[in-house]
């Protein structure tokens, strides 16, 4: 692939991670993607031919990285704090998209995962390496419940997300930061 054409397959996937944070996955439309990437229809199927479905699995895909970096980034010797600066930067993006932009993939997951099962497989990707990279922080400290603990706080992360969108409101994450750190 050109790097003309690798610029526009990354363009097309950007707005479309963008989109379906924002509207879902029903809310997001292929003219807007093309409008929105300021590229020609023949260059979605060229580089997607699976359509929508294969676009937004290589979106929910690339969303993954910001969230897993800021896991690995953590003090793995501080757990509670690993965690709080994830709720912190999640906190910190939600309040600055004006509470729309939670978690990037929860909305399509909710969705499309009974129904979809290319986007499912990419959701349900996203949130095993979410999942495995909070393990390393708890493993790192000796904990044997680290498999059971990292999902709990993932699941606790996601719900305190949902409850801050829908309150427009950093209370629920504050909460859910604070069992978090009795929990580790």
Known sequence: ?????????????????????????FG???????????????????HFPGGKDELVAAAVTRSTGSIEAAIQAADITDPAAAFTGLITLLGDRLEESGWVCGCPIATVALEVAGENDTVQRACAEVYDRWTQALRVVLRATGRADADDLAVALLALVEGGLVLAQAQRSRAPLDSVSRVARTML
Request: proline content about 2%.
């Open 1 to 25: 692939m050109s790097a003309k054409g690798a610029e526009t397959k990354q363009r097309m996937i950007e707005a479309t991670r963008a989109s379906i944070e924002r509207r879902g996955y």
């Open 28 to 46: 997001t439309g292929l003219n807007q993607i093309l409008a929105d990437s300021d590229t020609p229809r023949g260059s979605l199927y060229f």
